[in-house]
Each structure stands twice: as structure tokens, then as C-alpha cells.
């Protein structure tokens, strides 16, 4: 049980598009330069890293959730207007640098991810944000490596090992269904595909 649990935790939505972005920079180190990049990867830490806890504990603070967990549908409203706004932005602010065309696209997706498990949430069907996030990184290696025209097959590899771990994870703790996991994988990937075709492709 502990290991299910340090799975969801080490490979916690939040922290998967943060470590996209430093992995897009070890690939391309002279995209630009180390400065700018130190202040986007600064920028990207404090949006999905700092400001997601600070939104936690003051929301739990004010009673408006009972857990930092967010187990509950109608609490997680909240919280994902704010992501939802905040990856948005960053897709927005990346969309102006063309090296970063990469890194907006995965934002956008994220971001339209979010709004779908949204509307879900609203009709009452739970899916899967921790499979949503595992499956953008698999498209983001994937995406990466059409724009680049390079042969990344070990990171692809290695990414839908770790997305199954994440799924077998979520299953194990009775966190999700398999359909759940399902919706999650399909939304997770749609998502990313249709921010490729605006950001990139159009």
C-alpha cells in the first residue's frame, strides 16, 4: 500500500508538467539562454508547484475542502478554474518564443484537459487527473519528437511504463475504476493532440 501511495505522490499531476519542462530544456540545452531558461523554470515551479499549495492550505483553511486530497467532485471545482487559468497563461506566454512552441502545447493541452474533466466532474463522471497528466507526458515525447524529427523510442518507452505504474497505482488504491482510467488516458491524449494541431501544426 505504501508503494501504491509513493507512486501517486512522486508522479502527482502537479509535478508532471514541471518535469516536462525541465527534461525539454536537457534536450534542448541551447534552445536559450540559461538565464531565461532558469527564469521559466522558475516561472513553472511557483504556478504548479508553490502556488497549488498555498491554493490547498488556504482553501482548506476556509472549510471550502476537507482534505488536501480533494477527494470530493464538487471541491475540486475550485482549484481547477485556477489551474485551468494559470496553464493557460503559461501556454499564452510560451506561444511568443517559437523554441518554446513545444512547451505551450503541452500547457493548452493540460489546460483543455482540465476544462473536460471539468464538465465530467459536472454530470457526475469521476475521471482519472493522475492518468490525464502521465498520458500529456507520453504525448509531450511524442509531439517532441515530430517537431525535432528525432528518435526519442526510450523516453516514449519509459513514459508508458511509468504511465501504467500510475494506472496500476490508481487502481490498487481504489482511487479510480478502470473506466475512470480509461476516460482519463483518452482525455489526457485527445487534449494534448488537438493543442498540437492549434499550436503547432496550424
Known sequence: MKYFN????LFHPLLLPFIATLIFFRLEPNAISTELQLKIIGLVG???LVFPIIMLYVLKKSGMIQSYE?????ERRTPFV????LFLLLSYTFHKIQVLYVLSSLFLGCSL???VALALFSIGIKTSVHMIGAVSIVSFFLIYSVVYETNNIHAIAISI?????????RLHLKA???LEIVVGVGVGLGMQLLAYSYTIVS
Do not use: D, E, P, R
Open 6 to 9: 509513493f507512486v501517486s505522490l
Open 46 to 48: 511557483s504556478i504548479t
Open 70 to 74: 480533494v477527494k470530493n467532485i464538487k
Open 82 to 85: 485556477y489551474m485551468i487559468a
Open 113 to 115: 484537459a482540465l476544462i
Open 161 to 169: 511504463f511509468i504511465t501504467g505504474i500510475i494506472g496500476q497505482s
Open 176 to 178: 479510480h475504476t478502470f
